[in-house]
Structure formats: structure tokens, C-alpha cells
């Protein structure tokens, strides 16, 4: 058995072992081979050298992200002692400051975090459609904002338009009191997290009350032509033909678009097909239109995300597999 002593003095220790030692304990239960201790602005590490080296290495990619960003959270945390090496030095390092899309609220920095969102990033640059299509968690809402802030602030568009469609999940609202808006805004809730996260409140208040940023349901697109915009349909899975071909028709000079779907989670009536899915299929080589698909290795919610999304994906295969022996 070996010892190895860390020194923790160029980062903030309760950064690195989190309240009441919450990410020591991931740290601990990530290496339970190892006896690991706190010790001040120190930890020790005692057991088999192999161990050792491979919590150092991961330690080591922590402790380079907080001297650099000082803050880390839980899941960023599980998801560095988690990934291979070489997607995590690329996902978390944060070694360009080029790659920055937004600087929000609080000194905050929004980036392409995954491969897949770095290729959304440099689709968009190029094209003036794109459609990112993927899973839950993979940020493809997410990023899509962030790249629209970017352009708002770098005034290439005067305005931001983000709309989706009013499907209910297997739940109903039609019931909720108050007034229309009332009533559509818990459809529209993830894209203003998304803007609070990037856009100081009192200015996103401004930006809404000037119409510089609209959200609205995609219903309320149709007969407007969209120019100096950056316009994002997400939740594309959940329109029909008709509903898509009116959203793509509605851009206008100088404006990009992007499309975000997750084909497995449609909720339309069972008699009502996704058109999605047509989309993507007859605009796959246009000019001017990118398509993006993204998976669970670029979920970036909590980590337990990706494994419910693998364990989905299984079952869908083994349901495949039993129908075709019936």
C-alpha cells in the first residue's frame, strides 16, 4: 500500500469537497478501493498504486477547472470523475476563451460543452438552417439560445423569436387559471431558463418588453415573414407537415434558424404523424441547411440522464427484436 498527499492551497477547499463533504463522498464512492482523507488544504490518498494514479489523474482535471473557473458544481463533479480522459479534458478544460458563446449573469460563461455541440456551433456558422435532433439533456435547446444571445449581442439579427408547439405531455393545462399567456407559458418555461441563465434580468426584461426576444407558440408564426432574426423551433418532434413547412417558410432575409427535436419523445394524437421527421429526410441536401444529431454522450444533466436514456434505448431494441419473433 501506498500514500499520496494532494495540496489543495491554489483552489478554494470548500469548492473541492463540497457542503458537508458532498463531493468528497462521490470522490470516495468513485475509488471505494481507496481510503481517502481530508485533511485541511490537503488529501491524502492511501491503497494500490494504479488506484492512486487513476484518482490523481482525475483530481488533478478538477482541480485545473477551479484554479481556472473557481466554481464547480456537484454534477460537473461526477461527470469529470466519470468520463474517459480525453473527453473530459476536451468537454471541461476550458482551454480556449474563444469558445465562449455568452458571458451571462454573474460572471457566468455558456459554451459548447460536447463534440456534437461544438459541431452545432460551427453548422450554424455556416448555414443559415440547421437541425440539431437528439435526446433529453444533450443541450441542443440550450446551445441553440446561446448561439442566438450571440448573435443578438454581436448585432448580426435585431431579434430573437424562440417558439414551440403547444402539445400537452400527457397532461393537461387547459384548465390552469388565468389568461391566454398565462396558460401557453408553462409550454414556453424551458426557453426562459434557458435566457436566464444569460441575460441579466432587468435587460431580458427590456429585450420581452421591446420585442427584441419574443417567445411564443408556433401557431402564432403563421402570415409573418421573419427577417433580422434568429429564430429557434424547439420541440419539433411535436409538429405536424403542415406545421414545420409554415415554420420554415416564415424566414426571411438575413435570418437563421434552428430546429429541435427528440424523435423519442413525440407527443401528438396517435393519429397524427411527426413532421419532423419528413423534414429532415427531404431538406438532408440542400445548400444552406446542416443537420446535427447528437446522443447520450453529450448529455450533460445529471449523470444518472444517460443511463436511463441507454437503458430506453435497450428496451426499444429488445421490443424490436420480440416483435419480429411473433
Known sequence: ???????????????????????????????????????????????????????????????????????MSANYFEQILGGDEERVVDNFMDRNPNDVLVFGPNGKTVRARTANQKRMVEACDKNDILFAIGPAG?????????????????????KIILTRPA????????????DLK????????PLYDALDDMIPADKLGYYMSTRTIEIAPLAYMRGRT?????????????????????????????????ITGDPTQIDLPKNQQSGLF?????????????????????????????????????????ETERKKTL
Open 1 to 71: 500500500m501506498t500514500e499520496t498527499i494532494i495540496n489543495l492551497e491554489t483552489v478554494n477547499p470548500i469548492e473541492f469537497f463540497g457542503v458537508n463533504n458532498g463531493k468528497l463522498d462521490i470522490l470516495k464512492k468513485k475509488f471505494p478501493l481507496l481510503k481517502i482523507l481530508s485533511r485541511g488544504t490537503q488529501i491524502k490518498l492511501s491503497g494500490a498504486p494504479e488506484q492512486i494514479e487513476g484518482a490523481k489523474e482525475k483530481i488533478d482535471l478538477i482541480l485545473a477547472y477551479l484554479e481556472r473557473n473557481g466554481h
Open 138 to 158: 444533450t443541450g441542443k435547446t440550450y446551445t441553440a439560445v446561446a448561439l442566438a444571445v450571440r448573435a443578438l449581442k454581436n448585432k448580426l439579427v435585431k
Open 167 to 178: 402539445v400537452e405531455a400527457g397532461e393537461s393545462l387547459g384548465f390552469l387559471p388565468g
Open 182 to 189: 398565462e396558460k401557453i407559458d408553462p409550454y414556453l418555461r
Open 226 to 258: 421573419l427577417d433580422n432574426a434568429f429564430i429557434i423551433l424547439d420541440e419539433a418532434q411535436n409538429t405536424n407537415d403542415l406545421q414545420i413547412k409554415m415554420f420554415l417558410t416564415r424566414i426571411g432575409p438575413n435570418a437563421k434558424a434552428i
Open 278 to 318: 419528413k423534414a429532415t429526410r427531404i431538406l438532408k441536401n440542400i445548400d444552406g441547411i446542416s443537420h446535427i444529431e447528437l446522443d447520450e454522450e453529450d448529455v450533460v444533466r445529471h449523470r444518472l440522464v444517460k443511463s436511463i436514456i441507454k437503458a430506453y434505448n435497450k428496451d426499444d431494441v429488445n
